[in-house]
């Protein structure tokens, strides 16, 4: 991710208890991104258990026990973000390799549609039987599934999720789809 003033974000990511699972997010996220120029443009969240914080990670934290609470979490992470856009990594239930074509594809949209309320796009499955491309479909107005699949990693413009009236902390399931279709009815 190189230098752009116009842009600053906030990476939120789940920091498992788990010390093995810390390891790979460490690796595979964390080193990924520091490695990649973004150290400096980067402010952090974490959510999950203080109590189990690694000794790598300098940030924030959202307490987090399950995925019950997703909404109150991407709730505090939007209240708290100083920053223009919030890189959500949802790595909650697995493990996630961020690799830099994909930042500087994210900076690139952003540049090319400054408004843009969310950017996603498609992903890599890395399984036993080896990588499966998981392309994704383009959001079009009408195209309004709840079983939409967005991926895994969203970069959110934090000015349209605040026009678009935030996280509905009182819905129990399905925040995040509630969010995209607020974002998507508002925004490029």
């Known amino acids: 991710m190189t230098q752009n003033p116009d842009f600053s974000f906030t990476a939120l990511m789940f920091i498992p208890s788990d010390s093995d699972r810390q390891q790979q997010v460490k690796t595979n996220i964390w080193d990924k991104l520091l490695s990649g120029g973004a150290g400096s443009q980067l402010q952090w969240t974490g959510a999950g258990n203080p109590e189990h914080t690694p000794k790598w990670f300098t940030g924030q ?16 992470a939007f209240s708290s973000c100083k920053t223009t856009h919030l890189l959500f990594i ?32 498609d992903y890599d499955l890395i399984g036993n039987s080896g990588i499966t491309p998981v392309r994704l479909l383009k959001h079009h107005t009408g195209r309004v599934r709840d079983n939409q699949d967005y991926g895994r990693l969203f970069c959110f413009n934090v000015s349209a999720i605040q026009k678009a009236g935030g996280v509905n902390r009182g819905l129990q399931f399905h ?13 490029e």
């Open 61 to 76: 934290w959202i307490p987090f026990a399950n995925d019950d609470d997703l909404a109150g979490v991407l709730a505090k």
């Open 90 to 121: 949802n790595n909650y239930n697995l493990v996630m390799t961020i690799n830099q074509s994909v930042l500087d594809l994210i900076q690139l949209s952003l540049k090319r549609s400054p408004n843009a309320g969310l950017v996603y796009g």
């Open 175 to 187: 925040p995040l789809y509630d969010l995209l279709l607020k974002i998507s009815e508002q925004n």
